[in-house]
Nanobody, 115 residues
Framework: QVQLVESGGGLVQAGGSLKLSCAAS??????MDWYRQAPGKQRELVAT???????NVVDFAQGRFTISRDNARNMLFLQMNDLKPEDTAVYFC???????????WGQGIQVTVTP
């Protein structure tokens, strides 16, 4: 059974840092991503990393967030620095396989940034 379990969220003041982790089990994955969903807004992509380590971070997270993964431990990470109140959201781990084409979601974890 495939599972993605996020951890590391919580409450932090603006300017602070958090590191999210996603423990994957059940199989290995190709691309892995972090998404987030703020109250009343659509879920949006934060960052992507391929199995080979190529990363892409969306504009609002550039220079502040870093995505990484440990393939040996089947783990995904998101280091978030200089957090802002607008980063407040539920953050989701997402993973994909190419053959067959499947994708999986974690249950999400709350990140709250206070002014």
């Amino acid at each position: 059974q495939v599972q993605l379990v996020e951890s590391g969220g919580g409450l932090v003041q603006a300017g602070g840092s958090l590191k999210l982790s996603c423990a994957a089990s059940g199989r290995t994955f190709d691309d892995m991503d972090w998404y987030r969903q703020a109250p009343g807004k659509q879920r949006e992509l934060v960052a992507t990393i391929t199995r080979g380590g190529t990363t892409n971070v969306v504009d609002f997270a550039q220079g502040r967030f870093t995505i990484s993964r440990d393939n040996a431990r089947n783990m995904l990470f998101l280091q978030m620095n200089d957090l802002k109140p607008e980063d407040t959201a539920v953050y989701f781990c997402h993973a994909e396989t190419m053959y067959p084409l499947l994708d999986y979601w974690g249950q999400g974890i709350q990140v709250t940034v206070t002014p």
